[in-house]
């Protein structure tokens, strides 16, 4: 684990290899107490690795789209049979109700659409196939919403990091900013859903 611990993100990634990345972005998506686990940054890195031929990109697009679909889909039937006991949970290390709630009111502000735009979210992303899954959503129709999500995070940002690697030749030197500006992003929708949550709740008081 130390040694782990002392890579970067662009060696970790590497060190994976298609069976790590896919068994990461299953997890990630699929297992509610693997929320932490790195996604989109991971999923540009690699692609932007793949155009220095460190990975083959034709391989590598299926294979994270298929872990995010298979993810989401796992996540789902969670949600749909043993659900329900998540919110009688006790907060622990891994889990914490805040955030099947925080995704709950996501859930409600943006309808099953939720499933397509929470891929781009850390811990909602996670937390929001299992929602469906406790709501009852069809199956069906949250097959459409997941495909469609998985292609659009899965296969685009992995196909981004490619793209952008083959036409800026240095970009690799700036993996690690590239990373942190990921994740700013990504946790900006996250930071006004709480900001919107707490205004809500001061105005209810």
């Known amino acids: 684990m130390d040694f782990l611990l002392n890579l970067d993100l662009k060696e970790l990634v590497q060190l994976f290899g298609y069976p790590g990345l896919f068994a990461v972005v299953f997890a990630e998506t699929g297992i509610f107490f693997m929320f932490f686990l790195p996604g989109s940054s991971m999923l ?3 692609g932007l690795l793949s155009s220095h031929g460190l990975f083959n990109v034709w391989i590598l697009l299926p294979l994270i789209t298929l872990a995010a679909i298979l993810g989401d889909s796992t996540g789902y039937w969670f ?12 907060d622990s290390r891994f889990f914490k109700k805040e955030y099947l709630e925080r995704t709950r009111q996501f859930y409600e502000r943006h ?11 850390p811990i909602i992303r996670t937390f929001a ?7 009852g959503m069809r199956y ?15 296969g685009g940002i992995t ?4 793209f952008l690697g083959e036409r800026i030749p240095f970009l690799e030197d700036y993996v690690t900013l590239i990373v942190a500006l990921i994740v700013i992003a990504s946790l900006i929708p996250l930071a006004s859903e709480f900001r919107k949550s707490v205004k ?3 105005v209810e008081l």
């Open 129 to 135: 196939p299992i929602l469906a899954g406790i709501a």
């Open 200 to 202: 809500k709740k001061t």
């Open 79 to 90: 949600g749909a049979k043993v659900g329900p006991a998540l919110f009688r949970r006790e």
């Open 159 to 162: 196909f981004s990091g490619f």
């Open 140 to 154: 069906r129709q949250f097959l459409t919403y997941n495909v469609t999500g998985g292609i659009l995070w899965g």
């Open 44 to 46: 540009f890195t690699a």
């Open 111 to 121: 309808g099953v659409r939720t499933i397509v735009l929470a891929r781009f979210i």
